[in-house]
């Protein structure tokens, strides 16, 4: 029993500490912000590898995420019997709303999110963050502030790529297996359409984007161990920015939805 409790009491205090560290080296990132002018192009080599380098994957879950989106959503509505004609505007809600940028997120985590995890880790477990500091460069400015300043950029970005993919594939199966035609269904996601609900998505997917940005550089960060530790740095941001995009999802949606 009181090993167990000496065991809660550790983690407790690990995570307390980790979420410090990490509050304050977003504290630091902001502050170099500053800084961006003169760091456009290490931002815009980050925009390049966390943008386009993840555009394939997200055209790839986007048609399947609108195509599942249209096949249940007409399964619930003949269910309950509701007319087809508001397949449009449900999936177009769906999709903006919540699943566009809570997927595009979680999908961009595990990519880019481990990427930056591995690659500032290999840079600490080889000293070459030290040999930052003895040279009077900031690692936080040179490293982490562009990471954290492109993750935050370009999720948005994906997203509303991630939405006119996702409901083009919804369309693509309206067409072709609910019979729906094309008319019905995008005047339906026309009517749904409100600028707040895109506002929305696109707020989540900046703050999403700052999760993956700063969670994957703190782990790099303070990762030690060789080779052991890059790994376990590179699982852990994965874990952690997954976990803190759905509970800020959850967050946000109180705050922005309100019955």
Same mark, same amino acid.
């Given at each position: 029993?009181?090993? !167990?409790?000496?065991?809660?009491? =550790?983690?407790?205090?690990?995570?307390?500490?980790?979420?410090?560290?990490?509050?304050?080296?977003? #504290? %630091?990132?902001?502050?170099?912000? %500053?800084?961006?002018?003169?760091?456009?192009?290490?931002?815009?080599?980050?925009?390049?590898?966390?943008?386009? %380098?993840? $555009?394939?994957?997200?055209?790839?879950?986007?048609?399947?995420?609108?195509?599942?989106?249209?096949?249940?959503?007409?399964?619930?509505?003949?269910?309950?019997?509701?007319? +087809?004609?508001?397949?449009?505007?449900?999936?177009?809600?769906?999709?903006?709303?919540?699943?566009?940028?809570?997927?595009?997120?979680?999908?961009?985590? #595990?990519?880019?999110?481990?990427?930056?995890?591995?690659?500032? #880790?290999?840079?600490?477990?080889?000293?070459?963050?030290?040999?930052?500091?003895?040279?009077?460069?900031?690692?936080?400015?040179?490293?982490?502030?562009?990471?954290?300043?492109?993750?935050?950029?370009?999720?948005? $970005? +994906?997203?509303?790529?991630?939405?006119?993919?996702?409901?083009?594939?919804?369309?693509?199966?309206?067409?072709?297996?609910?019979?729906?035609?094309?008319?019905?269904?995008?005047?339906?996601?026309?009517?749904?359409?409100?600028?707040?609900?895109?506002?929305? #998505?696109?707020? %989540?997917?900046?703050?999403?984007?700052?999760?993956?940005?700063?969670? !994957?550089?703190?782990?790099?960060?303070?990762? !030690?161990?060789?080779?052991?530790?890059?790994?376990?740095?590179?699982?852990?941001?994965?874990?952690?920015?997954?976990?803190?995009?759905?509970?800020?999802?959850?967050?946000?949606?109180?705050?922005?939805? =309100?019955?």
């Amino acid at each position: 029993m009181g090993n !167990g409790l000496l065991l809660i009491g =550790r983690r407790a205090i690990n995570f307390i500490a980790r979420l410090g560290s990490t509050c304050i080296l977003l #504290g %630091k990132s902001l502050y170099y912000l %500053k800084d961006a002018p003169r760091s456009l192009k290490l931002i815009a080599d980050q925009c390049f590898l966390i943008g386009n %380098k993840s $555009i394939p994957l997200i055209v790839i879950t986007s048609i399947f995420v609108g195509a599942v989106s249209a096949w249940q959503a007409a399964y619930q509505f003949k269910f309950i019997g509701a007319p +087809l004609r508001y397949l449009g505007a449900a999936v177009g809600k769906a999709v903006v709303i919540e699943l566009a940028p809570v997927l595009t997120a979680l999908v961009v985590a #595990g990519r880019v999110g481990a990427g930056i995890a591995a690659e500032v #880790g290999t840079m600490r477990v080889t000293e070459q963050i030290d040999a930052l500091d003895s040279m009077g460069i900031s690692p936080i400015r040179y490293l982490v502030m562009p990471r954290f300043l492109a993750s935050t950029v370009m999720i948005p $970005i +994906l997203t509303i790529f991630s939405n006119f993919v996702a409901i083009s594939g919804a369309l693509l199966v309206s067409i072709l297996f609910v019979d729906i035609s094309s008319e019905t269904f995008l005047l339906g996601v026309k009517n749904s359409f409100q600028l707040s609900d895109m506002l929305a #998505g696109l707020t %989540k997917s900046a703050v999403f984007g700052a999760i993956i940005g700063i969670v !994957g550089s703190h782990e790099g960060f303070f990762a !030690g161990g060789g080779a052991r530790g890059v790994g376990r740095a590179t699982t852990e941001a994965v874990v952690i920015a997954a976990v803190l995009i759905l509970i800020s999802d959850y967050l946000i949606a109180i705050l922005m939805f =309100r019955l």
